[in-house]
């Protein structure tokens, strides 16, 4: 069946670093585009970043812009979503998405809290 599994959250202090890993089964990962979505508590969830099925085209919400990175191994079926400078506000849970025409996958998420 199809699965979609994040790790790589966690607690971490505002300026550092995290790596999320989405890895995905049950399906030809090489021709979804995958996202990353976050939701945090009382809000929507929204789009952090997106990144086409061959990996050569690369979207980023304004707020993260310069801190973020999407990348993805097809070999490896997994997409992962590289997190530096982070701030308070950062903190959510954090979702991976697979979309190809109306067919959209979710993962259950992994936390980031960002705090002192």
């Known amino acids: 069946q199809v699965q979609l599994v994040e790790s790589g959250g966690g607690l971490v202090q505002p300026g550092g670093s995290l790596r999320l890993s989405c890895a995905a089964s049950?399906?030809?990962?090489?021709?979804?585009?995958m996202s990353w979505y976050r939701q945090a508590p009382g809000r929507e969830r929204e789009l952090v970043a997106a990144i086409t099925s061959a990996g050569g085209s690369t979207n980023y919400a304004d707020s993260v812009k310069g801190r973020f990175t999407i990348s993805r191994d097809n070999a490896k079926n997994t997409v992962y979503l590289r997190m530096n400078s982070l701030k308070p506000e950062d903190t959510a849970v954090y979702y991976c998405?697979?979309?190809?025409?109306?067919?959209?996958?979710w993962g259950q998420g992994t936390q980031v809290t960002v705090s002192s």
């Open positions: 998405k697979a979309a190809l025409s109306t067919i959209n996958y």
């Open positions: 049950g399906f030809t990962f090489s021709i979804y585009a």
